[in-house]
T-cell receptor, first 113, second 115 residues
Framework: DAGVIQSPRHEVTEMGQEVTLRCKPI?????LFWYRQTMMRGLELLIY????????DSGMPEDRFSAKMPNASFSTLKIQPSEPRDSAVYFC???????????FGEGSRLTVL | AQSVSQHNHHVILSEAASLELGCNYS??????LFWYVQYPGQHLQLLLKYFSGDPLVKGIKGFEAEFIKSKFSFNLRKPSVQWSDTAEYFC?????????????FGRGTSLIVHP
């Protein structure tokens, strides 16, 4: 079975550019999560969706960040404009139940110069 | 808001040594508890989980964890570590928060096992 698929795996961009990260969850999973991992702050939950609807976006750092889930098999996390402090690994994860195990993608390593 | 504390940020052991990684959480009600592992350059994957029942949970690769409700703890153990256990270990708690469930992770513990 295919796991959670994220793209791109690596992204290097310049400050001020728009960045779009993509995620395909495991088929049949109703919950999708976006996490950010940094050395300083560890794993932070940015937002999660249930049946394509955003449930909790309190972790989204500021208006420069936005996330969408137009259908059950696709989600995007967009940063516009990007800043060097956004450099991190962004993980997407999906789950059958809100209280269940999370299945993580390989992550997207973002570097903003 | 709930929080998860992992006491050891970096642990260095020799092969065959015993391992115990601490994890404490702040929520006082019913929780689901997890340990995830992240091998170098890879994504997080589940080691073990506790929902209910026997508080001593056995996971993959010889790992186990014990849920002690009175101490709000879920410590990870392994009697004899191997070089291949070198990885980052994350404790996670899933509990109600502000009307929804938020899976919250600890900061992680970096384990290095010397051959």
């Amino acid at each position: 079975d295919a796991g959670v698929i994220q793209s791109p795996r690596h992204e290097v961009t310049e400050m001020g550019q728009e960045v779009t990260l993509r995620c395909k969850p495991i088929s049949g999973h109703d919950y999708l999560f976006w996490y950010r991992q940094t050395m300083m702050r560890g794993l932070e939950l940015l937002i999660y969706f249930n049946n394509n609807v955003p449930i909790d976006d309190s972790g989204m750092p500021e208006d420069r960040f936005s996330a969408k889930m137009p259908n059950a098999s696709f989600s995007t996390l967009k940063i516009q404009p990007s800043e060097p402090r956004d450099s991190a690994v962004y993980f997407c994860a999906s789950s059958l139940f809100i209280t269940g195990e999370l299945f993580f993608g390989e992550g997207s390593r973002l570097t903003v110069l | 808001a709930q929080s998860v504390s992992q006491h050891n940020h970096h642990v260095i052991l020799s092969e065959a040594a015993s391992l115990e990684l601490g994890c404490n959480y702040s929520y006082g009600g019913t929780v689901n508890l997890f340990w995830y592992v992240q091998y170098p350059g890879q994504h997080l994957q589940l080691l073990l989980k506790y929902f209910s029942g026997d508080p001593l949970v056995k996971g993959i690769k010889g790992f186990e964890a014990e849920f002690i409700k009175s101490k709000f703890s879920f410590n990870l153990r392994k009697p004899s570590v191997q070089w291949s256990d070198t990885a980052e270990y994350f404790c996670a708690v899933n509990a109600p928060s502000g009307g929804s469930y938020i899976p919250t992770f600890g900061r992680g513990t970096s384990l290095i096992v010397h051959p």
